[in-house]
C-alpha cells in the first residue's frame, strides 16, 4: 500500500503559477507510476499527468502540454506538479495518485491508492 499526501493548492490569477506537491510513503517500485488527476464541480475526474517513479517516462494530457511539468525527487520521496499559464478551466481539486504500472496512465481506475485532494482555483 502507498500513501500520498499533497498539498501547494491555492488561489492564483489567470496566468500565474503553483507547484504541487505530493508526498510519497509505502511501497513503491521502480516501475510504478505517480499520477495527478483533477476533478471540477460537476465533471469527471480526468487524467492530468504521470510519471515513472524510476524514472525516463512522463505523460500529460493535451490541455496541459507546454504548460504542466511533473517531475519527481526520489530523495525527498515526493512528486510534483509545476503549473505555469493557469487558466480559470484548471480550477479543480487535484488528486496524485499510485499505480504498480505504467501502462495506461491515463486511466482511473490503474491507481490503487489516492491522496485526498488539493483545491486549486484560478481566476479570471
Known amino acids: 500500500q502507498v500513501q500520498l499526501v499533497e498539498s501547494g493548492g491555492g488561489l492564483v490569477q489567470t496566468g500565474g503559477s503553483l507547484r504541487l506537491s505530493c508526498a510519497v510513503s509505502?511501497?513503491?517500485?521502480?516501475?510504478?507510476?505517480i499520477g495527478w488527476f483533477r476533478q471540477a464541480p460537476g465533471k469527471e475526474r480526468e487524467f492530468v499527468a504521470a510519471?515513472?517513479?524510476?524514472?525516463?517516462?512522463?505523460s500529460y494530457t493535451d490541455s496541459v502540454k507546454g504548460r504542466f511539468t511533473i517531475s519527481r525527487d526520489n530523495t525527498k520521496n515526493t512528486v510534483y506538479l509545476q503549473m505555469n499559464s493557469l487558466k480559470p478551466e484548471d480550477t479543480a481539486v487535484y488528486y496524485c495518485?499510485?499505480?504498480?504500472?505504467?501502462?495506461?496512465?491515463?486511466?482511473?481506475?490503474?491507481?490503487?491508492?489516492w491522496g485526498q485532494g488539493t483545491q486549486v482555483t484560478v481566476s479570471s
Open positions: 495518485a499510485a499505480s504498480p504500472f505504467t501502462t495506461t496512465v491515463a486511466v482511473s481506475t490503474t491507481y490503487h491508492d
Open positions: 510519471v515513472r517513479w524510476g524514472g525516463g517516462y512522463t
Open positions: 509505502g511501497r513503491t517500485f521502480s516501475n510504478s507510476a
